[in-house]
């Protein structure tokens, strides 16, 4: 098939990129470069069935194709504040475009929707039906509520136009090619432990996420995108949740560091808890995460290791 992935020099998105190529595929990977770039693809550059264009998704864009995985969007707290109304526009007007071009070309498209559509969630696990707890002015808004829009978008493509959609709603997910300042919790205590810096806890640390590994997840994308049983909202996660005291604690150990735990003021309306319910992908994509925390820990710190 050929496959159209926005967002595709980014962390997940080079992933997919590189599975999809594996299993056969022409790719057409679409990215502005804001927070992706080309060293996560170093590995296709020059392939015959690969190709990279840069462009930004809120600008229209056509391709032939029979797939479009629409993962465009900065996704690390401190990139998707740094300019919050582009990051509406990317997230509706990406939609937008990736929604017309699917109507016209007859493409399923996928949505990388995320967790934080649940917001500060007061039903714990996350179930699908579940419709969350968001703040719609807040800092996190622009991310929130631009994902949710998405989602509106893609569901009524849908029943209006009979747009093949597929929908997943990512938990945290961490791993390899994660930006080593793009702000999130994983990659941050991994580059401070390294670097023998003190580890920002932000709170008292007793706030709560649920962390899956990069492979696993690609692994529940192909799933999804290729069955026919559902268009989603599909949650997609690894249902172990931890403490971020606990999450530092593991880090220290694994990287026999001699760094501190400081604590530094709690980012607003940063969700207390978060973990998925995937009865639904076990069901649907028969779909579970294999690699524990402490196996995917240890390969993400060999990967900083040899980055930094
Ligand atoms: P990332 O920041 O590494 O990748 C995003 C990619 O999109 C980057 O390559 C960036 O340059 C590109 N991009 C941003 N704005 C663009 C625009 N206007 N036009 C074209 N390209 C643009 O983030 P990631 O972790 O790989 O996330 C990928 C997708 O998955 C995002 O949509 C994100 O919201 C979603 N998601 C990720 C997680 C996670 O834990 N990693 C969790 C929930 C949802
Ligand atoms: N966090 C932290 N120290 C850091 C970065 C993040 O304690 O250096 C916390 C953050 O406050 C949040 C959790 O870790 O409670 C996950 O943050 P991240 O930005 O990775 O993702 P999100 O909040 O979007 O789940």
Request: aromatic content about 10%.
């Amino acid at each position: 098939m050929r496959i159209l992935v926005t967002g595709g020099a980014g962390f997940l998105g080079s992933h997919l990129c590189d599975r999809l190529v594996q299993n056969g595929h022409d790719v057409v990977c679409l990215d502005n470069f804001f927070t992706g770039n080309k060293a996560n693809l170093t590995g296709l550059l020059g392939h015959p069935r690969f190709e990279l264009v840069r462009h930004d998704v809120i600008d229209p864009f056509k391709y032939e194709v029979d797939r479009i995985f629409n993962l465009a969007c900065p996704a690390s707290p401190p990139h998707y504040q740094y300019n919050p109304i582009k990051t509406t526009k990317t997230s509706v007007m990406g939609a937008i475009n990736c929604l017309g071009l699917a109507k016209r070309v007859k493409a399923r498209v996928f949505q990388a929707s995320t967790s934080e559509v649940y917001g500060d969630p007061a039903v714990h696990p996350q179930p699908e039906s579940y419709w969350g707890n968001v703040n719609p002015i807040g800092r996190r808004s622009c991310y929130d509520e631009g994902k949710r829009c998405a989602e509106t978008l893609f569901f009524d493509y849908h029943r209006e136009n009979k747009v093949d959609i597929r929908v997943v709603r990512i938990f945290n997910t961490y791993g390899p090619r994660m930006h080593p300042n793009d702000g999130r919790v994983v990659s941050n205590f991994i580059v401070q432990a390294l670097r023998g810096e003190d580890l920002t806890v932000y709170g008292n640390g007793a706030q709560t996420r649920s962390f899956c590994y990069v492979d696993d997840m690609i692994e529940g994308f192909v799933r999804m995108m290729e069955q026919t049983e559902t268009v989603g909202p599909v949650n997609l996660g690894n249902p172990g949740e931890f403490t971020m005291l606990g999450l530092a604690e593991a880090v220290l150990k694994l990287t026999r560091s001699k760094s501190k735990i400081v604590h530094q003021p709690l980012p607003v309306d940063d969700p207390r808890q978060r973990r998925p319910d995937i009865a639904l992908a076990r069901k649907v994509l028969k779909w579970q995460p294999k690699v524990p925390l402490t196996e995917g820990l240890k390969r993400t710190i060999a990967y900083f290791r040899k980055t930094l």
